[in-house]
Nanobody
Framework: QVQLVESGGGLVQAGDSLRLSCAVSGSIFSFNIMGWFRQAPGKEREFVAAITWSGTRTYYADSVKDRCTISRDNAKNTVYLQMNSRKPDDTAAYYC??????????????????WGQGTQVTVSS
């Protein structure tokens, strides 16, 4: 059984930093791309960042690329999302996901087959 479990969300002040974690159980973690998405109330789920299995390639949404770092620890089957200088617009449920397709990093949610349950991040002004 494959499970993705996010943690690290909570209430933060604008300008603060937060690190989210996603622990993956099952065999899917290795050899493929992992991503983070977020969904604010009333909005579509949007791509935030992704990282290849080796960790040598990453990709970020324009809205976060100057404030965000994605990383992974394959020994721990865990992927992380560090986001600095949080803004109220960053308030959303954050989801990690496993990309089903191989090759290039994808930003479309349809390319990701396994999802976590999400962790809520609320940024107060």
């Amino acid at each position: 059984q494959v499970q993705l479990v996010e943690s690290g969300g909570g209430l933060v002040q604008a300008g603060d930093s937060l690190r989210l974690s996603c622990a993956v159980s099952g065999s899917i973690f290795s050899f493929n791309i992992m991503g983070w998405f977020r969904q604010a109330p009333g909005k579509e789920r949007e791509f935030v960042a992704a990282i290849t299995w080796s960790g040598t390639r990453t990709y970020y949404a324009d809205s976060v690329k100057d404030r965000c770092t994605i990383s992974r620890d394959n020994a721990k089957n865990t992927v992380y999302l560090q986001m600095n200088s949080r803004k109220p617009d960053d308030t959303a449920a954050y989801y990690c996901a496993h990309q089903s397709t191989r090759g290039q990093i994808a930003t479309m949610r349809e390319e990701y087959g396994y999802w976590g349950q999400g962790t809520q991040v609320t940024v107060s002004s």
